[in-house]
């Protein structure tokens, strides 16, 4: 399933991959053909003297010798030569050659005597006169052959020269095609995981998120580069080398075709045990990713409450087990690769000397020089695929894992992003009876009815744990409630597309996200529709140019991961801007001023009545100073809501609300 999906990805690039595998059989090809040329160059020129000559009156292409014209009787039939019938014979015996008048067998075994040469063939001995050569009348006779080994051998490097030139190549676009197919992969995941619910996130960390779309990814990468690569290379090979040695000689060709089946037999012994290996290997990947950017993030706890030692002994435990299957998967590829192939290389070659050893060069034989030459190149040849393919199990078995893991995150169910705008809506806001639960039948919210009107600043109170900040996660649909509806202008909210929904909603955050950029890019968030202007209108209107004004590039001041060189009011009033900015329907501040000093604060009261107007307004407060002129409070505890009304009505009851206000106040309670 995980294969057919990756060659799904990779047939977007269809087109570059074709033209890589094209250049990389015309590659083969040329490489394969370059022992051809050289079992030429050896049987028919290097060793081609060592022929039947004929007498002729022509000169072309003849050796005078003795008074004589003679041409190889190869030449004679090829160029249509006139001879005169006469014929000797070129014999090699040990280092020496010889001249025999007449036509004598060239097959058989040779030895000499003085001026007699004695070949036996089939038990039968025959002696003939023999003239031993000079080196200067041996060079004579080679001489209509240099010729023609300069162009073989012009052949035979070009063939290189081509080889090369193709390769090159087909690397070139393969190695595009696989950087296309990645590059597509992550922007498919990135875009992927924006769409998948807040609930996802709950229980999956960062880094393990961060793991897939890189380090996965990148093992990937290597199985369209590397693996695919030595496995295209090396099949083409194997079969151009095949070909070539069944056309020299088919028993030897049917020996080395065991490796096949080898080969297929250790793959699938090899993947039993690399597959479990490398998954532990590739989880612990992620789990060291998320521990690093845990440990980032709370930097500033770790040091204050010297938990040093500790982490890193955490970390030590999960880079322990990380070694100890890296070292499990590297034993077994070091007993794989080069050991197999070793072992696989001298089986090959046994066979081929049990084969040449027994009756191949016999008397009967008709393997020649140039054939064991080419088969002994094929057969070195046939080695570098079959090593670079075992070699690659590992690479293999590693990007398979990592594309599992891959396409389980995309095949987490998202939601479709809307592109659809609707009027922004008045900001009438009524919750009916609504349950929610983060876990199934474990309600966090109980039967919450209440009604927000147009205009309205709501303030919801409680202890930790209440249920403040889920009313506003199912607002904003981060979650759906389980039962009862939520209304907007009368509408449901489930009815409307979640983008479409927060299109006219804002957020203020207790601990505001700051992305990398500048300040104004932070509060426009780069939407066409906040000009320069209007951020910075938004950023005065909250009071920022009061806070802001002493920084060196004012509002085009850069903004690092989380604006951590920005004071906590400095990024709060920078998050209440970009909310402005949107000019939402519904505004919801949670906890926006509980972390801002009070010369800040009162910046940023200042600001809240122009926050509020035309504004449906929501504020979770710790702080019950800061909610006095809210026209509804709803105090919250255990999920349900136990006290509504406004400040002074709440007081008057002596209710819960009255008992939180006194004890913020520092007044003393009766009785307690």
């Known amino acids: 399933m995980t294969g057919k999906r990756l060659f799904k990805y990779a047939l977007f690039f269809k087109g570059t991959i074709i033209a890589a595998l094209i250049m990389l059989t015309l590659s083969v090809a040329t490489e394969v053909l370059s022992p051809f040329i050289a079992k030429k160059l050896i049987d028919e020129h290097i060793l081609g003297i060592e022929d039947h000559w004929l007498q002729t009156s022509q000169e072309e292409s003849a050796v005078l010798y003795d008074g004589k014209s003679y041409v190889r009787e190869r030449y004679a039939e090829q160029d249509k030569l006139i001879v005169n019938g006469s014929a000797a014979t070129i014999l090699q015996v040990n280092k020496g050659f010889y001249f025999i008048e007449g036509e004598v067998p060239l097959n058989g075994q040779r030895s000499v005597s003085g001026d007699q040469i004695t070949i036996t063939s089939n038990g039968e001995k025959v002696s003939y006169n023999a003239k031993k050569l000079s080196i200067s009348e041996t060079l004579a006779f080679y001489k209509p052959e240099v010729p023609t080994i300069i162009t073989l051998l012009i052949y035979y490097f070009s063939l290189f020269v081509i080889s090369a030139i193709f390769g090159y190549g087909q690397y070139f676009y393969l190695q595009k095609a696989a950087n296309r197919i990645i590059q597509k992969m992550r922007t498919d995941i990135f875009s992927h995981i924006q769409t998948l619910p807040i609930r996802y996130f709950d229980d999956l960390p960062a880094g393990k998120v961060v793991a897939r779309i890189t380090n996965d990814t990148e093992a990937i990468r290597e199985l369209y580069v590397a ?59 992620s789990e060291l990713n998320g521990m690093i950017n845990e440990s980032i993030q709370g930097m500033t706890i770790i040091q204050a409450f010297r938990r040093e030692k500790q982490m890193s002994k955490e970390f030590e435990d999960l880079n322990e087990t990380h070694f100890r299957y890296e070292k499990k998967l590297l034993t077994l590829d070091a007993l794989s690769s ?22 191949a060069l016999g008397a009967h034989s008709v393997i020649t020089m140039g054939v064991l030459y080419a088969y002994v190149d094929y057969i070195n040849r046939l080695f570098n695929p079959v090593t670079n393919i ?52 474990e309600y966090v919210l109980k039967d919450i009815h209440f009604e927000a009107k ?29 039962k009862g509806e939520i209304l907007i202008d009368g509408k449901n909210i489930q009815e409307i597309p979640k983008q479409t929904l927060r299109d006219h909603m804002g957020i203020v955050l207790q601990d505001p996200y700051l992305f990398t950029g500048t300040i104004l890019s932070n509060v426009s968030l780069n939407d066409p529709r906040i000009s320069r202007e209007k951020a910075e209108a938004a950023l005065k209107a909250v009071g920022a140019d009061r806070v802001l004004k002493n920084l060196e590039k004012g509002y085009d001041e850069p903004v690092v991961e989380k604006g951590s060189t920005l004071s906590s009011g400095q990024r709060q009033l920078i998050s209440f801007a970009r909310a402005l900015a949107f000019d939402p329907a519904i505004l919801i501040l949670d906890e ?23 504004r449906t307004t929501f504020i979770i407060a710790h702080r019950l100073s800061t909610i006095k002129n809210a026209d509804q409070i709803l105090v919250l505890d255990r999920g349900t809501i136990v006290e509504r009304g406004n400040h002074d009505e709440l007081m008057e009851k002596r209710g819960k609300y009255y008992q939180m206000y006194q004890l913020q106040q520092g007044t003393p309670q009766i009785g307690a």
């Open 390 to 441: 075992v070699t690659q199990f590992s690479n293999l078995e590693s990007a398979l894992i990592a594309g599992e893991r891959v396409f389980r995150l995309l095949d987490e169910k998202g939601e479709e992003v809307s592109a659809e705008r609707i009027q922004r809506y008045k900001g009438n806001v009524n919750f009916n009876h609504v349950y929610f639960g983060y876990k199934e039948n």
């Open 338 to 359: 080069h050991n197999v192939v070793g072992v696989l290389r001298n089986f090959v070659f046994v066979g081929f000397i049990w084969y040449f050893g027994s009756d």
């Open 454 to 482: 147009q205009g309205e600043t709501i303030a919801l109170v409680g202890h930790t744990g209440s249920g403040k900040s889920s009313i506003m996660n199912i607002l904003f649909r981060f979650y759906d409630c389980n």
């Open 227 to 285: 693996v695919l690569a030595n496995f295209f290379t090396g099949f083409i090979y194997i079969i151009g080398i095949y070909v070539a040695m069944f056309v020299l000689d088919v028993k030897l060709a049917l020996i080395c075709m065991l490796l096949l089946p080898i080969m297929f037999i250790w793959m699938i012994v090899y993947r039993k045990f690399a597959s479990k290996y490398n998954r532990v290997i590739r989880s612990k990947v």
């Open 592 to 614: 926006a001023t509980s972390s801002i000093d009070t010369e800040t604060e009162a910046i940023i009261q200042e600001a809240m009545d122009v926050l509020k107007k035309g």
